[in-house]
């Protein structure tokens, strides 16, 4: 999955979450694997799980009381139109990809594992568009997501 795709998915619900896998009788298990939640929850993988909370802590990005909304699409909508939204969306990005490691192959991504993806992530991102002077595929996300 690219980042486009993953953020198409992110906006619409449908990311397979372990609950919405239990919903569509995918899986039985409906719960966090990271961190025990009863449900795993888009909220609850990108924002409310522990680890997640962690990483937000990390990076000082939790500190806006818009943070804590409890609408999935909003939330995600709010963030990806920030003007700080690459490091929102590459940390969203890192977050489902630690997720899916731990469900799917069962390891576990410790915090700096984390970190150092965001920012290597981020220094590439910020390399390849804003030090090229190239619009940056976010531009183009404001007619996508509203």
Sequence with gaps: ???????????????STNAFRAGRHLSSDSSCK???A???????TFRDCPLSLAIWDAILFNKDTNFNSQNFIW???HYALDPNA???IITCWVLWKARNEKVFNGN???N???LGHIYYLHSKWWCTF??????????RLNGFLL
């Design 130 to 139: 804003l030090m090229m002077q190239l619009r940056s595929p976010l531009d």
């Design 34 to 36: 990271r961190r025990g």
């Design 112 to 114: 700096w594992v984390c």
């Design 75 to 77: 939330w995600f909508k």
């Design 1 to 15: 999955m690219d980042l486009k795709h993953f953020i198409w998915l992110a906006m619409h619900g449908n990311l």
């Design 38 to 44: 009863s449900i795993e929850s888009l909220l609850h």
């Design 86 to 88: 690459n490091i929102f």
């Design 108 to 110: 576990d991504w410790v």
